[in-house]
């Protein structure tokens, strides 16, 4: 689902990206999100995050800094010190509590987008989704699943439409792709070619 609008002629400006604090225990998850914050710089879209400078979170950052695209971080004034938002570079808003914290995120974002994460993550995304099923807004959300991180939460939803919690459509509110590119397709962000690029390069590799 593209959130291209033909009416507007817009894609999506600011991703919301939800993920770790914490590295976790392995390195891949780290790459994800350098590669995420590189491949959503390349589409010209800039970051809304929670303004962390450790873990995925200060991957995705330095992702979308390496490849030359706006940072907007969001961090509550108590969790400054503890998430090092101090070392963070870009806009930087320092709010009240995390109910402000996520209402600002959620404020600024186009789209969502939610790499590997602990409780924290897990949180943020049951929100935006039960916002949109609430139609208090309507944006897209797409889980990053690379080497299956996110199966056992993707089975746990598809078991609570079969247990009849979840209706067929509340669920395709939430998308998922292993592929970090597809990923930013589906959260509406500008095409990485554009069609006279996407011709040439087809030609070429033909």
Not at 46 to 69: C, I, K
Not at 97 to 118: C, E, I, W
Not at 171 to 192: H, K, N, S
Request: hydrophobic share 45%; aromatic share 8%.
């Amino acid at each position: 689902m593209s959130m291209f609008s033909s009416a507007t002629n817009t894609f999506t400006a600011k991703v919301g990206v939800f993920c770790g604090a914490r590295a976790g225990v392995s390195d891949d998850h780290i790459t994800l999100g350098h590669d995420f914050g590189l491949a959503l710089a390349a589409r010209g879209a800039g970051l809304v995050y929670g303004a962390g400078g450790t873990g995925v979170m200060h991957a995705v950052a330095r992702g979308v800094f390496d490849g030359g695209s706006a940072v907007t971080g969001v961090v509550p004034h108590e969790l400054r010190e503890r998430e090092k938002s101090l070392e963070v570079r870009g806009e930087i808003f320092v709010v009240k509590d995390m109910h402000a914290r996520k209402a600002l995120m959620y404020r600024l974002s186009d789209a969502f987008a939610v790499l590997p994460g602990g409780l924290g993550t897990l949180d943020e995304l049951m929100e935006v989704a039960t916002w949109n099923q609430l139609r208090f807004h309507c944006k897209p959300l797409v889980l990053v699943n690379r080497d299956g991180f996110y199966d056992p939460l993707i089975a746990l939803l598809d078991h609570l439409v079969g247990a009849g919690f979840i209706g067929a459509e509340e669920r395709a509110l939430i998308q998922d792709t292993d592929d970090v590119e597809d990923a930013l397709d589906l959260l509406g962000c500008r095409p990485r070619y554009s069609p006279e690029e996407k011709a040439s390069n087809l030609a070429f590799s033909s």
